[in-house]
């Protein structure tokens, strides 16, 4: 979809299309369309709540590839999206839960589009993600503080398993369980990290192979 849009000075005016499929920091990171992005926002075209969340997300993205985590600031994210501090808090609580926002949507994506049939095929997916922004990735990896990115995907994985337990057997993960679980992903997840900040990494189906072949069997049922 596109829409017709009038920018221009006091001197003279002209139209641009802004393509609305397109993310918004398409048009931030072009100069020629900076303003435009921002008053497109600003000046009210309908945006539905998951479409401003997308924007704030794409721009919290943006500055992520800059900067680590604790550098950047909810006045950054706003500024960069061109929306007022009242608008960013109805969506989000902080600069962390735009990040969680942006990988579990990412992860629910995975989880649900029925693709991956096994751990190994989740994995691959997973990594190609993570692969395909490396540099953010990294800065979200580098914060270990509280809300941090490590312990959200850590958490987010947990849940999953659990749900897919009760889904398989109706019942969740007891207790003896619940440690192996952790043991898993605990593993995954360190695995994973150390293959972002490699220099000389594995590739990624080598890396999703091994992960795939360290999961017992009773585990990889739940997925």
């Known amino acids: 979809?596109?829409?017709?849009?009038?920018?221009?000075?006091?001197?003279?005016?002209?139209?641009?299309?802004?393509?609305?499929?397109?993310?918004?920091?398409?048009?931030?990171?072009?100069d020629k369309f900076a303003n435009v992005a921002t008053m497109l926002v600003c000046r009210g075209e309908e945006m539905s709540k998951d479409i401003t969340k997308q924007h704030i997300t794409d721009s919290f993205n943006v500055l992520s590839r800059k900067y680590q985590l604790d550098k950047?600031?909810?006045?950054?994210?706003?500024?960069?999206?061109?929306?007022?501090?009242?608008?960013?808090?109805?969506h989000f609580f902080d600069k962390y839960d735009v990040?969680?926002?942006?990988?579990?949507?990412?992860?629910?994506?995975?989880?649900?589009?029925?693709?991956?049939?096994s751990w190994n095929e989740l994995f691959l997916s997973i990594l190609a993600f993570l692969e395909k922004d490396i540099n953010r990735v990294r800065h979200a990896f580098l914060y270990l503080g509280e809300n941090s990115y490590e312990q959200y995907v850590f958490e987010y994985s947990f849940n999953r398993m659990n749900e897919k337990c009760i889904e398989?057997?109706?019942?969740a993960l007891c207790d003896q369980e619940i440690y192996t679980a952790k043991l898993i992903i605990y593993g995954c997840v360190y695995a994973v990290k150390d293959w972002v900040f490699s220099d000389k990494r594995i590739s990624r189906q080598e890396l999703a192979l091994q992960i795939d072949n360290a999961i017992p069997d009773k585990y990889k049922a739940l997925l």
């Open 1 to 30: 979809m596109r829409t017709k849009f009038h920018n221009g000075t006091n001197k003279a005016k002209s139209t641009i299309f802004i393509d609305k499929t397109l993310p918004i920091w398409y048009y931030h990171e072009n």
């Open 168 to 171: 398989k057997r109706g019942s």
């Open 72 to 90: 950047i600031t909810v006045n950054m994210i706003v500024e960069t999206a061109g929306i007022s501090k009242s608008t960013f808090y109805r």
């Open 99 to 117: 990040m969680n926002y942006n990988y579990k949507r990412v992860l629910d994506d995975i989880f649900t589009r029925n693709a991956c049939k």
